[in-house]
């Protein structure tokens, strides 16, 4: 059974857009949600984070909503970047006591 | 802080020869470490869960006899792909978990079996 379902596939915006990824979730114990940043041929990186206590979180150009009772959790890219162009996968845990469990991916492309 | 090292980042062996890939954790030390495989435009996929000084946990369906797993110290995990075939040919990524940090990914290794 799928824990994590992440959407969608892909995503094409224009500069400045903001592409919106979701993430849901089937594992209550969950307590850590992250958002990682993985560009051709290198390992991710982790973009932003959220714990459960919180329903938002934004670090620079980017946000990170958070729907405990609809147990999803989403990624917002505000105005955005050609660099931006990547994949970007969630990948909620139990912090620093268990195993990821990645979402497939988005493939986002930022057409300048 | 919080850096994990991979290395090499590409390598081509030879069909029937094993292949170590190293992953190290430079300046912090990583009790637990992750090694995951990704195949091209598809998510990672964990293959086993490593523990400094105790035998890895591999998860279903992963050869242990086939991807060989030390965790020796605390610092170092490696992971021996033994006598490989073309259809090990992927993306090997390992991961350490910071206490502070979070989970720090290394830059992986395309490994190339011919």
């Known amino acids: 059974q799928q824990q994590v379902k992440q959407s969608p596939q892909s995503l094409i915006v224009q500069k400045g857009g903001i592409p919106i990824i979701n993430c849901a979730y089937e594992?209550?114990?969950?307590?850590?949600f992250p958002w990682y940043q993985q560009f051709p041929g290198k390992g991710p990186a982790l973009l932003i984070a959220?714990?459960?206590?919180?329903s938002e979180k934004k670090e620079g150009r980017f946000t990170i909503s958070f729907n405990k009772s609809a147990k999803q959790f989403s990624l917002h890219i505000m105005d955005s970047q050609p660099g931006d162009s990547a994949t970007y996968f969630c990948a909620p845990t139990i912090y620093n006591d268990y195993k990821l469990s990645f979402g497939a991916g988005t493939t986002v492309t930022v057409r300048a | 802080g919080a850096v994990v090292s991979q290395h090499p980042s590409w390598v081509i062996c030879k069909s029937g020869t094993s292949v170590k890939i190293e992953c190290r954790s430079l300046d912090f030390q990583a009790t637990t470490m992750f090694w995951y495989r990704q195949f091209p435009k598809q998510s990672l996929m964990l293959m086993a869960t490593s523990n400094e000084g105790s035998k890895a946990t591999y998860e279903q369906g992963v050869e242990k006899d086939k991807f060989l797993i030390n965790h020796a110290s605390l610092t170092l995990s490696t992971l021996t792909v033994t006598s490989a075939h073309p259809e090990d040919s992927s993306f090997y990524i390992c991961?350490?978990?910071?206490?502070?940090?979070?989970?720090?990914f290394g830059s992986g290794t395309r490994l190339t079996v011919v």
């Open positions: 594992n209550t114990a969950f307590d850590y």
């Open positions: 959220i714990r459960p206590d919180v």
């Open positions: 991961s350490a978990s910071h206490t502070e940090y979070g989970y720090t």
